[in-house]
C-alpha cells in the first residue's frame, strides 16, 4: 500500500503539471482534457479507498480539488465551475466512505486476533488441542 501510495501522489503531481499546461496552452478540445484528468484522480481515490490507505486519499483529493479550482477560476469557465462541485462531493464521499469503511475492517481484524489468542489462551488451560475440543462429548 506504501508504494501504492507514492505512485498515486506522483501521478497526481504529473497530473496537476497537466492542468497547469492545459490551461495554458489550450490546445483543442482541453477541457475534455482537463475532465479526464480530473475523473482519473477520482479513480486514483477510489482505488486509495479500496486499499485501505488512511491519509492518502485526503491528499489526492485535495492536490485534485485545489489544482481543478485553480485551472478554473485562471479559465474563467462557467462550465468547470458548475462541475467543481460535483468533484468536490464525490470526492469528499470517498473518503469519508473509504475512512469509515477502513476503520471497521481495522477494528473487526483487531476483534478476531484477539479472539484467536482467547481461544489459545483458553486451550492451553484444558490442555487440550482443537481437536481434542472437538472430539469431546459435550452433552
Known sequence: SQAFS?????AQCTIAVR???FSTVRPEHFQQLILINQITSLLAVFFL??????FTPFVVSA??????GCVAAY??????????????????FLC??????RRNVMSVSKENADLR????????????NKREIEAYPWI
Do not use: K, P
Open 19 to 21: 492542468l497547469f499546461y
Open 63 to 68: 492536490i485534485s480539488l485545489v489544482d481543478y
Open 96 to 101: 469519508v466512505l473509504g475512512e469509515l469503511l
Open 117 to 128: 489468542y482467547r481461544e489459545t489462551a483458553l486451550m492451553h488451560a484444558v490442555r487440550l
Open 75 to 92: 479559465l474563467h469557465e462557467a462550465s468547470l465551475w458548475r462541475l467543481f462541485g460535483f468533484f468536490l462531493s464525490v470526492q469528499l
Open 6 to 10: 507514492l505512485t498515486a501522489l506522483v
Open 49 to 54: 479507498v479500496m486499499s485501505f490507505v488512511r
